[in-house]
């Protein structure tokens, strides 16, 4: 239970970590939505092999004391490591976020990201027979409503339809991709082989931007951070924790990320401690803990 409360702990700092990152290069254009999203593929599918390699083939074959058979095998099993689905859902997710968060108020954005998380992964499992109870009825709605508290006073009328679209669609893949991840035998290789059949897409992307490419050694730097350490070393561990989840705790948890962003505001940045902070926290923690309470396997 504690190792489980950890890994989820420790997935959702990984959220919020990417949340300020997109934020900080996006929106002070340090690089452009589409060479960002480019790089952070491939940076997390480069980094991911790596850490695969020598996790799964190095430690392996020298324990084992046949390197090179060990080698042969993984080669031979790539083809069968990660998902179509599952790159396809993390690289509409990445493309559709960064797309539209430079385009929505901070608050707006992160209001329509996560309630589209909650709810896609709480109708797929509806669907799939998980129906909520009255107490994870009751804590998902107070932990939303603590989420709407903390963004209201930077709501505003988004003045672009289509980045409102694209926020959705972008909550809805990553929904689904984390489903798809709570049936994952191997939370290390799925994701590394999902970055990397998503890879197609980082070229694709660059190809499009590419007279209109927006670059600094600031923004490569934030984008590679996030690709290696809060995308592809946190998705690992989200694909790790989420088959010890229900899915009414995985969708309501991820409403949290955006207390934790403000959090670490606090901590870092010299934030001023509010009264709404506190409030949005009481509803948001105390909702996930009507949910999460006895709802782990």
Not at 1 to 26: D, Q
Not at 227 to 241: D, E, F, N, Q
């Amino acid at each position: 239970m504690f190792r489980t409360a950890m890994l989820f702990l420790l997935s959702l700092l990984a959220f919020a970590g990417n949340s300020v990152i997109n934020r900080y290069a996006l929106l002070n254009q340090n690089i452009d939505p589409n060479t960002f999203v480019a790089v952070r593929i491939v940076s997390g599918a480069i980094a991911m092999l790596a850490i695969w390699y020598a996790v799964t083939v190095v430690i392996k074959s020298r324990q084992a004391k046949r390197q090179q058979p060990a080698v042969t095998e993984a080669i031979t099993k790539v083809a069968r490591r990660g998902t179509w689905w599952g790159a396809f859902t993390l690289a509409l997710y990445a493309v559709a976020f960064s797309l539209a968060y430079n385009q929505l108020e901070t608050g707006f954005g992160a209001l329509i990201l996560f309630a589209s998380v909650q709810l896609s992964m709480l109708a797929v499992g509806w669907l799939q027979g998980n129906k909520l109870t009255t107490k994870e009825a009751l804590g998902s709605s107070l932990a939303l409503a603590g989420l709407m508290y903390l963004v209201y006073p930077t709501l505003s009328v988004p003045s672009s339809l289509w980045a409102c679209v694209a926020m959705v669609t972008a909550g809805t893949a990553w929904g689904l991709y984390s489903l798809h991840g709570r049936g994952s035998a191997s939370p290390l290789t799925d994701t590394t082989f999902n970055f990397v059949r998503a890879t197609p897409v980082a070229a694709l992307l660059l190809i499009w931007q590419w007279g209109d490419m927006v670059i600094s050694t600031q923004g490569v730097v934030l984008a590679v951070f996030s690709g290696v350490v809060t995308s592809g070393l946190g998705y690992a561990i989200w694909y790790l924790v989420l088959p010890q989840l229900k899915v009414s705790t995985a969708a309501i948890g991820q409403l949290s990320v955006p207390l934790i962003a403000a959090a670490g505001g606090v901590l870092f940045a010299s934030e001023l401690i509010t009264q709404q902070l506190v409030v949005a926290a009481a509803l948001i923690v105390g909702g996930m803990l009507i949910v999460i309470r006895k709802s782990t396997k």
